[in-house]
C-alpha cells in the first residue's frame, strides 16, 4: 500500500476506532487474486473483544462505503486484534504484555526470552526463568537496547492464583 493512501486510510478510520475506545494497531493493504483486502488491526489496554471488534468493523465498513478512500473497486474489510505472538513496537504494547514471557532481540547481546514485570518511560524491568534448577533472575533493559520484542505463547503457564497455592503447600 502506498505511503499516502495507508496516511490517508489512517487519518480517516483512526479517530472512527478511537471513537469506540480501542486504539488502531495496524493498516495494510494487500491484493489477493483480483480483490484488494483491508485488514485492520485494533486493541486495548483490556483487550479487545469480539463484541467490540464487531461494532468497530461495522462503523469502519459504513465509513469507507460514505468515502471514495478505497476508490471504485471491490475489497474485502478484515478487523481483528494483534494475536498472540504479537509484535512490541510501542510503549504501550510492553504495558499491555506486563507479566507474559516475551523474546527479545537486542541489539548488542542476543536474543534473551524473559516474563516482563514492570515498564516505565526508560525501560523494563524483565524476569529471566532459571535454567537447570537455578533460579529465576531479574533484568533491566532499555528501550534503545531493544531491536525487536514479541509475546511468546504458553501453554501451561500457570496464573497467579496457582502458584499461590503452591507456594502455600
Known amino acids: 500500500m ?14 472512527l476506532v478511537r471513537s469506540q475506545g480501542l486504539d488502531l494497531e495496524e493498516i495494510a493493504l494487500d491484493s489477493v487474486g483480483r ?5 485492520v488491526v485494533v486493541d486495548s489496554d483490556s483487550g479487545a473483544d ?3 471488534v464487531a461494532d468497530v468493523s461495522r462503523a469502519l465498513s459504513a465509513k469507507l462505503d460514505e468515502t471514495d478512500a ?4 471491490a475489497y474485502d474489510l478484515e478487523v481483528g486484534t494483534p494475536g498472540a505472538e504479537r ?5 504501550r504494547h510492553y504495558v499491555r ?8 532481540q537486542l541489539h548488542e547481546d542476543g536474543e534473551l526470552v524473559a516474563r516482563i514485570l514492570a515498564v516505565d518511560e526508560d525501560g523494563l524491568d524483565v524476569e529471566v526463568p532459571g535454567v537447570k534448577g537455578r533460579k529465576a ?6 528501550f534503545a537496547d531493544i531491536a525487536k520484542a514479541r509475546v511468546q505463547v ?3 503457564r500457570k496464573d497467579k492464583k496457582d502458584m499461590k497455592e503452591e507456594e502455600e503447600a
Open 2 to 15: 502506498s505511503t499516502t493512501q495507508s496516511e490517508r486510510l489512517r487519518e480517516l478510520l483512526e479517530p
Open 35 to 39: 480483490k484488494r483486502v483491508l485488514r
Open 50 to 52: 469480539l463484541d467490540a
Open 70 to 73: 478505497m476508490g471504485q473497486g
Open 87 to 91: 509484535a512490541l513496537t510501542e510503549h
Open 97 to 104: 504484555a506486563t507479566e507474559r514471557l516475551v523474546k527479545f
Open 137 to 142: 533472575t531479574t533484568r533491566r533493559l532499555a
Open 154 to 156: 504458553e501453554f501451561n
